[in-house]
């Protein structure tokens, strides 16, 4: 296993700049709880979010848009009906498309689901390390999750995962890691307050989706993603004294984030 | 066609004395993104916000009402079903109502529904550039809308639209124009900011289906409508460097508004 | 009918402390507007919120969950077979379960839907006085709302409620009361300003379901939850101008409550 190396600044600033270049517009079928602040994350970024939800407009969407998320934070049999015929209207038109696995493990529909998708060619999937070992685990008939040592137990699978389902693997924590299951990448950073405002991670699938789009090493540019977010809460953090100045002050931070990279 | 007129400041003032007389409750149907920023823009303006959504009690609720919005930015087809019974029994009780065809044009099943809804007699319709053309394209059997100039072709959109359907369309963007099909305001205003938070636009529908409530002429009171906003973008553009610090502070400015006008 | 007392600031301290260090995992089903900001209130709190709303996934859920939160404002027929799926799931698993009875009594999908979940022995049920009247009202055979002086009429409903169904009834207002039939405590403080922020109710009603996880007397519990929530609205409204600045503010001062108890 090769080690973890970091994100050089000149690629961070590369892809960031990119990435307001391109203005992608991303398709989010994303949970009920983080709408409004993934939009807002994406928004601030200067990419352009579009909630659509409908099965069959969905799938029409799926084709005009950069990239698609698939967030399964509030699935139900509807939406996962949905968002499969999104997943399968994205690959047709070549669009990337990104899991966001929430809770994959402990519930069965989601669960079921996840894996079904894995085989449908995710650009990438973003989860902490509970989920990526949640999903790896079913993928290869295994061991329980709570008896491991999370961080290194989650970069392992992470690394399986991505060279299972050829993809890029950006699995979540204290310190991020991201991997295409050859070459593996450390983000460290972020702010402990990200933890206490709801949405951040699920926010960060959403940036992690809008920067698939982007032309390049789509490795660098997830990873470029993680640090986006990571560096954002830092200099937040800086600023405030609790999670709801923290909110939008990290809006502010993504929003004037090109002068301080 | 007549030149569009300037709202008077003496008309934004009475408009908006009034709407916070009768503090009218608005039943709103809107999408998923902006259902809480919608509804503090609606309390900060001492309205009354109510999200019923079930089929048979949003058609019980559009009776108790003052004014009732239809927004079909996640659309899915129950959602159409109980947005079509509201409409129906708002109708009958007399409630106004108020339609935002978020991207119709480019979705099949919104277009259909937004199609069939202007034959429903809404009191008033909110829309971008792009979405009053493409229900305006529609219902005339027309014109591909990407070959026009936006602004003076929605204007002219929105003026036949208002003819044709007996309703007041705001079309809204650098400059919002609000028209009768004979009289035309044009409101200036606003910030650019304002596109970078998500649910600016849909906010205003609702505030634009508050507004629709009031007893008077319901042309001056849409333009007010469209002018508290802008107002509010304004003075909020002022105060704040990022759009996180906006949301916020928009919601403020619209609540102390009355001291500025 | 005895008088209500207040609540101590010892047993407010205590019940707060035991809540952080219990840190419970709150399973809320609640109404599409009110999301974010009731998660980010409990994670304020240093609780854990998770929003699982398919039914068979809610019921599955609702045997991890500390506590579980059904909130109708946003009812749908749907909705209402994964709430009734979730609850029984948390009467056999013992995890206690708290009602929202938002707007029962105007429309009927909801006041029957909460006339049945009565009978499923909530913890804790938290409305505004014409929402517990409401109940109460059905409950009994009997009076209408309108005609009764609100506060008096709903602490005596409240307190009939309590003693019906053999659990604790917060009536919040200007000031909260929380009663178990036979003792009832009245809670000051709040502000006006939360009135004019959406959720905030809402929000309360997770708290009281994350209070009703933790051992020792439930109507002290209930009652800190009230107080907890009141207390940081005091503190905000101090500090703001207006209904958007006041959400965040809120937000940061739950974070840094211990600090003032």
Not at 39 to 51: E, K, Q, R, T, Y
Not at 96 to 103: E, R, S, Y
Not at 118 to 129: D, Y
């Amino acid at each position: 296993m090769t080690q973890p190396n970091l994100l050089s600044t000149a690629q961070l600033a590369q892809s960031l700049l990119l990435l307001r270049q391109q203005a992608p517009l991303v398709h989010c079928m994303t949970n009920d709880v983080v709408q409004t602040f993934t939009a807002n994350v994406l928004l601030a970024l200067h990419a352009s979010p579009a909630m659509v939800i409908d099965a069959e407009e969905a799938a029409q969407f799926a084709g005009f848009a950069d990239a698609l998320l698939i967030n399964v934070g509030t699935l139900t049999r509807d939406r996962r009906d949905a968002m499969l015929a999104a997943v399968q209207a994205a690959q047709k038109a070549g669009t990337p498309w990104t899991l966001d696995p929430v809770a994959v493990g402990a519930l069965t529909l989601r669960t079921e689901f996840c894996q079904q998708l894995l085989g449908l060619h995710p650009a990438a999937i973003r989860g902490n390390a509970s989920e990526i070992l949640a999903l790896a685990n079913q993928a290869t008939g295994g061991r329980g999750v709570d008896s491991l040592h999370q961080a290194d137990a989650a970069l392992s699978a992470a690394q399986q995962l991505a060279r299972d389902y050829d993809t890029v693997v950006a699995v979540t924590g204290e310190v991020d890691y991201v991997t295409d299951g050859t070459q593996t990448l450390a983000i460290p950073g972020g702010s402990p307050l990200m933890t206490r405002v709801v949405g951040t991670g699920c926010a960060l699938s959403a940036v992690v989706a809008a920067f698939t789009s982007l032309p390049g090493e789509r490795l660098l540019h997830v990873a470029a993603a993680c640090r986006v977010m990571s560096l954002a809460g830092e200099i937040t953090a800086r600023q405030v004294e609790g999670p709801g100045s923290f909110a939008s002050a990290f809006l502010d931070a993504l929003w004037t984030l090109e002068m301080t990279v």
